[in-house]
C-alpha cells in the first residue's frame, strides 16, 4: 500500500505565494507522474499541473506563469510553488502519483487527502 500525505496549504493575500508538498510512502518501486488536482467549491475537480518521470510538465492555462511543480524522486515528492495567488485559486488541492510496487506490477493512481488553500484579503 501506497499513502501519500500533503502539507503547505493555508490562508493567504491575493498576491501571496504558498508551497504545497506531497510525499509518497510504503510499497514503492518507482513513481511516473506526479501532479496536483484542485476542487473549488460546487466545481469538479481539474488539473492544475502535473511531471512525468522523464521532466516533460502540464500546466492548466489558468496557473500558467505562477505555478511551477516540481519532483524530488530520491524522496517521492512532489511540490507545487503557487505565487501571484488569485481568490479565484481557493480550492482543495489534492497531489496524486502513479506508482509501481515492483518490476512486474501495473501503475496505480493514489490521492492524498487534499489541503485547503484559501486566498482571501
Known amino acids: 500500500q501506497v499513502q501519500l500525505v500533503e502539507s503547505g496549504g493555508g490562508l493567504v493575500q491575493p498576491g501571496g505565494s504558498l508551497r504545497l508538498s506531497c510525499a509518497a510512502s510504503?510499497?514503492?518501486?518507482?513513481?511516473?507522474?506526479m501532479g496536483w488536482y484542485r476542487q473549488a467549491p460546487g466545481k469538479q475537480r481539474e488539473l492544475a499541473a502535473v511531471?512525468?518521470?522523464?521532466?516533460?510538465?502540464t500546466y492548466a492555462d489558468s496557473v500558467k506563469g505562477r505555478f511551477t511543480i516540481s519532483r524530488e524522486n530520491a524522496k517521492n515528492t512532489v511540490y507545487l510553488q503557487m505565487n501571484s495567488l488569485k481568490v479565484e485559486d481557493t480550492a482543495v488541492y489534492y497531489c496524486?502519483?502513479?506508482?509501481?510496487?515492483?518490476?512486474?506490477?501495473?501503475?496505480?493512481?493514489?490521492w492524498g487527502q487534499g489541503t485547503q488553500v484559501t486566498v482571501s484579503a
Open positions: 496524486t502519483e502513479h506508482v509501481s510496487s515492483g518490476p512486474s506490477s501495473l501503475y496505480y493512481v493514489y
Open positions: 510504503g510499497s514503492i518501486w518507482r513513481v511516473n507522474f
Open positions: 511531471i512525468n518521470n522523464g521532466g516533460t510538465i
